[in-house]
């Protein structure tokens, strides 16, 4: 089946850090989904892309849809302490269900 | 707009019981879906309903769970003869109808279901 490829699987970064993480498919997909998911919790949704090379903003982060829509990347500028937790890249190839990446773990070193 | 909630929050249950988790979604989606998620690794697909209709669902579905929408309100999973492996968070989300100026491939989840079989 369908996987995609989220990478780094984890990170240590200082408070004030920028972010980047990204996720790569072997198929094409139309929408790319960027999810932060908390101990216990499920995961909420950070942004939503919908085109190619669509560039996205929420507050600190940042997304992109890549042009080949194979790809998508998530930033997140001047790290706080409440940015840790799990990052889920999710990819939806087209009227189906979506499939995740196995998550980048982010941790900030106040 | 309450969010998708999910019930119970924590279930642990004996091996060979049977469990049933309930979820309901956002008032307005059409679209119910469940995934499981085990540690380290992302959520994966369950099945899916589009109103009361169960369109699809995956091979990590077993013979063992069943879910139902009968309303096309909110849904349950149940899994019979719970095994150790069951063992995970069982996830919900819901997504819009499909028109204009809404999407129904950007899902949002509820709070999940822990699963413990022991």
């Known amino acids: 089946g369908q996987q995609l490829n989220q990478s780094p699987q984890s990170m240590f970064i200082q408070e004030g850090e920028d972010v980047s993480m990204n996720c790569t498919s072997s198929?094409?997909?139309?929408?790319w989904l960027w999810y932060k998911q908390d101990p216990g919790e499920g995961p909420v949704l950070l942004i939503a892309?919908?085109?190619?090379?669509e560039l996205t903003s929420n507050g600190r982060l940042t997304a992109q849809f890549g042009i080949t829509r194979k790809d998508s990347f998530l930033n997140i500028s001047a790290s706080i302490p409440s940015d840790v937790g799990i990052y889920f890249c999710?990819?939806?190839?087209?009227?189906?269900?979506?499939?995740f990446g196995k998550g980048t773990r982010l941790s900030v070193i106040a | 707009d309450t969010g998708v909630s999910q019930n119970p929050r924590h279930k642990i249950t004996k091996r060979g019981q049977n469990v049933t988790f309930r979820c309901d979604p956002i008032?307005?989606?059409?679209?119910l879906y469940w995934y499981r998620q085990t540690l380290g690794q992302g959520p994966e697909f369950l099945t899916y309903?589009?109103?009361?209709?169960?369109?699809?669902k995956s091979r990590l579905l077993s013979d063992r769970f069943s879910a139902e929408r009968p309303k096309g309100s909110f849904s349950t999973l149940e899994i019979q003869r719970t095994e150790q492996g069951d063992s995970a968070m069982y996830l919900c989300?819901?997504?819009?109808?499909?028109?204009?100026?809404?999407?129904?491939?950007?899902?949002?989840f509820g709070p999940g279901t822990r699963l413990t079989v022991l």
């Open positions: 989300a819901s997504s819009p109808f499909p028109k204009t100026g809404l999407r129904t491939d950007t899902q949002y």
């Open positions: 999710a990819g939806a190839p087209g009227n189906t269900p979506l499939v």
């Open positions: 008032s307005e989606h059409n679209r």
């Open positions: 892309l919908y085109k190619a090379g």
């Open positions: 309903f589009q109103n009361e209709a169960q369109l699809e």
């Open positions: 198929s094409i997909f139309n929408t």
